[in-house]
């Protein structure tokens, strides 16, 4: 029977005899515990899930959503190139990659803990010992001999060679390193949808920063075009006051709404220049990069006019950020097994070989080999409280993950209904906007036509020309919005980019890194930064 430890309380030595035989039994049982774990396993915890999308049509219900490539649906050929350089070339994506090689090298060293280690050594010792007189003697077995050397001091130099491997392994019998490796791998597994999203945001804000570009191009042309015909009105008036038949007043109101008008163009082309810009920033080059290819107008890209929705359960398979919150959860699931295990006694093995010789031809023999093996037991028997406060904490972060994936679905949701919205209700918007730029036009045309004529105030002209020009530039702002609630639409459904990632070819190729001389010359010279 176990005694208690002399200075553990009497009511400790059961527990501790009882964790002490257990341990003992676990040496034993140590190769069909090896596949043991502990803590919570893995499952998907069940989300509720609308049936439809309240602001899809039944129409948009039926069809599973297009999401590949949906950004060529817009018919724009260099748009589709402006994508595929930058999927290739934008400075997120590659550090999202970055995150990848280090989640996978993370995995890599967590999954070696579950191999045996073996270790290598070797030594050379060149010895000089002093030596006096001759001397002998012996007791039972052992004599020891000292050369004799004449009345003067001498030495004696020996080399003493040696080499051994020492080895250990953890037998992780409650599953810690086990549950550490699957953490890591679901921490990779959401590095790749961490990937994804940032696909899915690049994507949009590439054809949303386009669409916006080609949307100020527009405006740009409509100021231009109607200052231009108001200046002709103005210069009209003119000519009619100095006629007698009309007033100065009426002359300084027409030069002043052209001069209005003209206005409007340095802040669309400041608008239109910060686009182009930040298209050239997310194609990872100089922002003016591509100035003087975007310069060539184009149309405002239009969206088709039957888009699928599909039901709100694609969002949970389609949706990058949700299947990252949800492998992140996996993630945090483990580490809370990986804590729990620490709760539990460790045994490992280990063994080391040894040989040492005065020549090196007798290394290895056997009269130079030593060695040794054995189990050894690591039990938690008091640490204040470190180690559950360790499954405490994961097992709150694991909630916070939880709650993460949550939060995930209703903002997906979210974001899928207010596109749906916004685009429909756009779509109406513009039609009404479209009939109120063709009546004003009209409107215009004739009130010009009988202020020439003598049969219309200029009250009216300055009035049409000021009404067209709004319902003009409002259509077009309208549009843009119709393209941009598109692309809000697929982002929100999960469309991105479904092609081939490299993620394994690093940003930076080092050379020459085997063992040399560093050169003092090609270090380089700290940036020019401020000046």
């Avoid at 081939?500 to 085997?514: A, F, L, Y």
Wanted: net charge neutral; proline share 6%; charged share 20%.
């Amino acid at each position: 029977m176990l005694r208690p430890l002399p200075r553990l309380a009497p009511r400790f030595a059961p527990r501790l005899a009882a964790r002490l035989r257990a341990t003992v039994a676990l040496i034993a049982l140590a190769p069909a515990l090896a596949a043991c774990v502990v803590g919570p396993d893995y499952a998907p915890p069940p989300i509720a899930m609308p049936l439809t999308f309240n602001a899809a049509s039944k129409a948009q219900s039926k069809k599973p959503p297009e999401l590949h490539a949906w950004w060529r649906r817009l018919r724009d050929p260099m748009l589709d190139t402006l994508v595929n350089e930058a999927v290739a070339a934008n400075l997120d994506v590659a550090t999202a990659k970055s995150s990848i090689r280090q989640a996978r090298a993370t995995r890599a060293q967590q999954a070696s803990n579950l191999f045996p280690t073996l270790t290598g050594s070797g030594s050379v010792i060149r010895e000089q010992n002093a030596t006096s007189g001759t001397t002998t003697s012996s007791s039972g077995t052992s004599s020891t001999v000292t050369v004799d050397t004449g009345s003067n001091s001498g030495t004696t130099t020996d080399t003493q060679w040696q080499g051994g491997f020492d080895a250990s392994w953890e037998l992780d019998l409650f599953g810690g390193n086990k549950r550490a490796v699957e953490a890591a791998t679901r921490a990779l597994e959401a590095s790749d949808e961490q990937l994804r999203d940032t696909l899915v945001t690049l994507i949009g804000d590439v054809t949303t920063y386009y669409v916006q570009a080609r949307g100020y191009q527009a405006r740009i042309d409509l100021a231009t075009r109607t200052a231009v015909s108001q200046r002709e009105t103005a210069a009209l008036t003119k000519r009619k006051f100095e006629a007698g038949s009309a007033s100065a007043v009426d002359v300084a109101k027409a030069v002043a709404q052209a001069a209005s008008t003209e206005a409007d163009i340095p802040s669309l082309q400041i608008s239109y220049a910060q686009s182009v810009h930040r298209l050239g920033v997310l194609l990872g080059r100089e922002p003016a990069a591509l100035m003087a290819q975007m310069n060539r107008s184009k149309p405002i890209p239009a969206p088709p006019a039957r888009i699928a929705a599909g039901v709100p359960a694609d969002i949970l398979t389609a949706r990058p950020d949700v299947r990252a919150a949800e492998r992140q959860l996996a993630q945090y699931t483990a580490s809370l097994g990986n804590a729990t295990a620490q709760l539990y006694p460790s045994v490992s093995l280990t063994g080391s070989v040894a040989t040492t010789a005065l020549k090196a031809g007798d290394l290895a023999k056997g009269s130079t080999i030593s060695w040794s093996f054995g189990p050894s037991i690591s039990i938690p028997i008091f640490n204040g409280g470190n180690l559950q406060a360790g499954v405490d904490l994961a097992a709150a972060q694991r909630d916070q993950y939880y709650i993460a994936l949550r939060s995930s679905v209703l903002t997906a949701l979210e974001d899928v209904e207010n596109a749906l919205v916004a685009l429909s209700r756009e779509r109406v918007r513009a039609k009404s906007l479209d009939e109120s730029a063709t009546a004003y036009d009209e409107a215009a045309r004739l009130s010009r036509a009988l202020y020439q004529t003598g049969g219309s105030s200029f009250l009216d002209v300055l009035d049409a020309e000021r009404s067209l020009y709004t319902a003009q530039d409002t259509l077009l702002q309208s549009r843009v919005l119709i393209a941009t609630d598109y692309i809000s639409l697929h982002k929100a459904l999960g469309g991105g980019w479904d092609g081939r990632m490299d993620t394994k070819t690093p940003e930076v190729i080092d050379v020459n890194t085997g063992p040399h001389l560093p050169d003092a010359a090609a270090v380089p010279a700290m940036l020019p930064f401020g000046g």
